[in-house]
């Protein structure tokens, strides 16, 4: 059995792990200001981006569902992974070997199940690349390639490979390197044939290989290359596996996903053939789903390489065919449309021909043109709907009217909503605008629940906030001297950790305050952990309760309130600022005292309560001294 990874080379890994890095293979990040990075959280739904990262301190935080911590919590959180298969994973990307208290060091025995498919897929793809160009047999692969128009350098770019007509010839060549046939048949390489054997899952056919966000191959897709009835299916993609999940992936998504970035634009196409053409003409931010349809987690993870918020106008283009089949597609991708905070827009070729075949026949700026003609989703939808009703008839207008009115009323913005409505009053012929918006205007009524949606989500927020705070300014400058203390300890400690907890008037900064002194304070915490994620992760661990522990990862990476950088300046104001609220506290209680005691029957209390109330005014006024100065 596997010993424990050494608490050095841990660390080293986290050392060699910049959390921007690894997050931004999966979110496209954007600086706030203030070393701190913003996106759409890859754990839930969101419609502007409350995902932090703060590259400092190595640290993450959702201030919409409260995840955070360090890096290998978020590899954890992002693939399902326990703690030593991250540190495993990490490893390999950085290039280090792992020491196993116990002996031994990263070997098939104690690398991950992860791990090793991952690796077995790498060689596959490198086994089907070498097919393609040595098998004689793959000749009819590039005769495939050659009727669309791709080259060697086309294969070349998009890893295309050849699997052999043979039975098992790519799982003799992965058993020989050690692999068992458990994982061979568990990552969808290899299955049992008709007589119990393993034998391959591709044969005689040309392979896409299909990569995760962070350019992994995770699974294939296959265009068979002969044709009759034991050929199988056209189009043969890797079955469900532990890393080939088909509704989370995206065809070409690690390619294109910087230009998506740069141009805030995503194309998606049909097949992979057309993503290859889209790319080659020059629209490399085109992408596919893997043998599945356009579906809510595909959604999700074009927001997230779009960076889809109210702040940046991007755009989601759908091509699809100009048939039935992809009238219908095009329908479905409008169920989600609702889903995206950016505009959406729908790019159908009118004689029907797909980007590969468009491509291939009248070259690079007729994939670039169809593109550019795309038209709002919402208007090609409510089309397609009034196109089933005969508008020759005043019932069949009517009837499309009703029919598209539900379309209409789903738009957000109330002024695009009436312009649809006149639209639709010229496209269904009515010549009465005033009749067509008003009808519009009805099913809207209909359908509106009491209160409004609005209304209920204010209801919804006003329910999720916390305890009044004792005093706003008192929370604010208890908050960013936590913040300075966990994202600046060689700045804020020695000033700190003089800091009684009794000065934290909100419990759980009280709370947080302890924590750090339980850590050891500041400066002897810092020393010890030897890095500022050391530290914060050091105060983790003194805090008991769960939902405390995020609080303190938040106030990690939450953004200070300094237009500039952080200081010795800045960090002396809000020690001084947070002592002076403290003092004040103070001054009116004793001014309280002073104002119960009788001066002539209890003069002793009356002379000690003022002394100490003169003794605090001074005090406070030395504090503020100090606070501006510092500013």
Not at 359 to 382: K, N, Y
Not at 461 to 481: K, L, N
Request: glycine content about 10%; aromatic content about 8%; some cysteine.
């Amino acid at each position: 059995m596997a010993g424990r990874i050494r608490d050095a080379d841990i660390a080293l890994v986290r050392e060699r792990s910049p959390i921007a890095d690894i997050v931004a293979d999966h979110v496209q990040l954007r600086p706030v200001g203030g070393g701190s990075l913003v996106g759409l959280c890859p754990f839930h739904d969101e419609k502007s981006p409350s995902f932090n990262v703060r590259p400092s301190v190595g640290l993450f935080h959702c201030f919409g569902c409260n995840e955070g911590g360090d890096v290998y919590a978020f590899v954890r959180k992002i693939d399902g992974l326990s703690f030593p298969e991250a540190v495993e994973r990490l490893a390999r990307r950085a290039g280090i070997t792992l020491t196993y208290e116990g002996g031994g060091t990263t070997s098939r025995a104690v690398t991950s199940q992860r791990q090793r498919l991952l690796e077995a897929h790498r060689l596959a793809a490198e086994f089907y690349t070498e097919q393609l160009y040595s098998a004689a047999e793959a000749r009819a692969g590039w005769e495939f390639l050659a009727a669309r128009g791709f080259d060697r350098a086309a294969a070349e770019r998009f890893g295309l490979g050849y699997a052999p007509s043979s039975w098992d010839s790519l799982t003799r060549h992965l058993l020989a390197r050690r692999f068992t046939a458990e994982e061979l048949e568990l990552g969808g390489l290899a299955k049992r044939g008709s007589r119990g054997g393993l034998i391959d899952r591709f044969h005689h056919r040309l392979l896409w290989p299909i990569r995760d966000l962070g350019g992994e191959v995770v699974g294939f897709g296959g265009r068979r290359l002969a044709e009759g009835p034991d050929a199988g299916p056209k189009y043969l993609n890797t079955a469900e596996t532990p890393l080939f999940k088909k509704a989370r992936l995206l065809y070409g998504a690690d390619l294109a996903r910087r230009d998506i970035a740069r141009r805030y634009q995503v194309v998606v196409v049909e097949g992979y053939t057309d993503v290859m053409a889209c790319h080659l003409a020059g629209v490399t931010t085109a992408v596919a789903s893997c043998g599945t349809s356009f579906g809510n987690e595909h959604v999700a993870i074009v927001r997230r390489l779009l960076m889809d918020s109210d702040s940046r106008a991007g755009e989601v283009v759908f091509t699809f065919d100009g048939d039935k089949a992809g009238q219908a597609a095009a329908m479905r991708a409008f169920e989600y449309e609702e889903r995206f905070v950016t505009q959406t827009f729908v790019a159908v070729q009118p004689d029907g021909l797909d980007p590969c075949d468009l491509w291939t026949q009248r070259g690079d700026a007729a994939v670039r043109d169809l593109v550019a003609s795309r038209q709002p989703l919402f208007e090609f939808a409510i089309r397609g709907v009034i196109d089933r009703y005969d508008l020759n008839t005043t019932e069949g207008r009517l009837a499309a009217l009703d029919a598209a009115a539900p379309l209409v009323n789903r738009l957000k913005d109330a002024g695009i909503r009436h312009r649809y409505a006149v639209n639709l009053d010229r496209w269904l012929g009515f010549l009465d605008e005033r009749f067509v918006v008003e009808r519009v205007a009805q099913h809207r009524s209909r359908t509106q629940p009491a209160g409004g949606a609005d209304g209920a989500a204010v209801l919804s927020a006003a329910r999720r906030r916390a305890d009044p705070a004792p005093d706003d300014a008192t929370v604010i400058v208890e908050r960013e001297t936590l913040k300075l203390a966990l994202q600046f300890p060689g700045l804020a400690g020695p000033l700190f950790d003089m800091l009684a907890a009794e000065l934290f008037t909100v419990p759980a900064h009280r709370a947080v305050r302890e924590a750090i002194a339980a850590a050891g304070g500041v400066c002897a915490g810092l020393s010890a952990a030897g890095d500022p994620a050391g530290w914060v992760a050091a105060v983790v661990e003194a805090v008991p309760e769960e939902e405390l522990r995020r609080f303190v990862l938040a106030l990690a990476v939450e953004g200070v309130l300094c237009d500039h950088d952080v200081d010795d300046r800045y960090v002396d104001e809000q020690m001084s600022r947070v002592q002076e609220l403290h003092v004040t506290r103070r001054i009116r209680e004793v001014k309280s005292r002073v104002q119960r005691l009788n001066p002539t029957s209890d003069i002793d209390a009356f002379n000690r309560a003022f002394g100490e109330l003169i003794a605090l005014e001074q005090h406070k006024l030395q504090l503020r001294e100090r606070g501006v100065g510092a500013a």
